[in-house]
């Protein structure tokens, strides 16, 4: 028979245990006044309403305004206000990108959309659009005369121009442009998160780029180790978001992140950030829209 000091040292290891349960779980909710989205277990879908804001999304033509900034042959800049430093130039944008006015740049919520520009009003223009890549703002007043206006990248200005005058074209100044959105294409990249190098324990921050289809995001939740729950990441500046732990405890590793686009397609990307994972790292996922 067992003895009573059996018992409660039984009875002891319960309540410890659930204190433990209680604790992690706990920790799960990062930010309390935010509404925790729950993972409903399906990896991608799409409702009736979600496909009708696609449609809308992605019309005909529209009439806008573009210019272009940098070098006549480069990548216009080097990722600026949506944080792409270093890969604008590089596969897959291939510095076939540009800066967007404020109707196009969304306060960063139009970073890695995707739309055609063709011009017609020159007799440089091919009439054959181009798609490219939002990954910067264009604040200043050139950008805000129209009511879209794209700074393109001397690469891609030059691709809307005929054969052999595309310097012809960049000579022009203000062209007037139609352009409409579409759907992104990455030719098989992946997602990737790339944390910022001012991540630590309590602090988390990435920038997220190459998402196929809507290209752009609103909003990205995030899975620690042990939670059942999706905690709300918010966005720190262009298409960086961040977490920060408000238990006083580290966030825990490995972490899944749960990101929906523009016009609300849901994908989920299970332990996107390794556990040992190290700042300033980027890391390519398997999966894409």
Known sequence: MASRSTFRFAALVAVVSTLSLLAVLASCYENPEEPVVMDDSRHNYTTRRQMW???????????????????PYGAGSDGGACGYQGAVSQRPFSSMIAAGGNSLFKNGRGCGACYQIKCTGNRACSGRPVTVTI????PDGTCQVEAAHFDMS?????????????????????LKVQYKRVPCKYNGARIAFKVDPGSNPYYLAMLIAYQDGDGDLSAVHIMESGCKSWTPMQQSWGAVWRLNSNTGKPLRAPFSVR???????????????PAGWSAGTTYQSATNY
């Open 259 to 273: 990101l929906t686009s523009g016009s609300g397609k849901v994908l989920v990307v299970k332990n996107a950030i």
């Open 135 to 138: 990954t910067d703002s264009c």
């Open 53 to 71: 804001a696609i449609a809308r999304g992605y019309g005909g033509w529209s009439y806008g305004g573009a210019t272009w900034y940098g070098s």
């Open 154 to 174: 001397g690469t891609a200005f030059g691709a809307m121009a005929n054969r052999g005058m595309a310097d012809r074209l960049r000579s022009a100044g203000i």
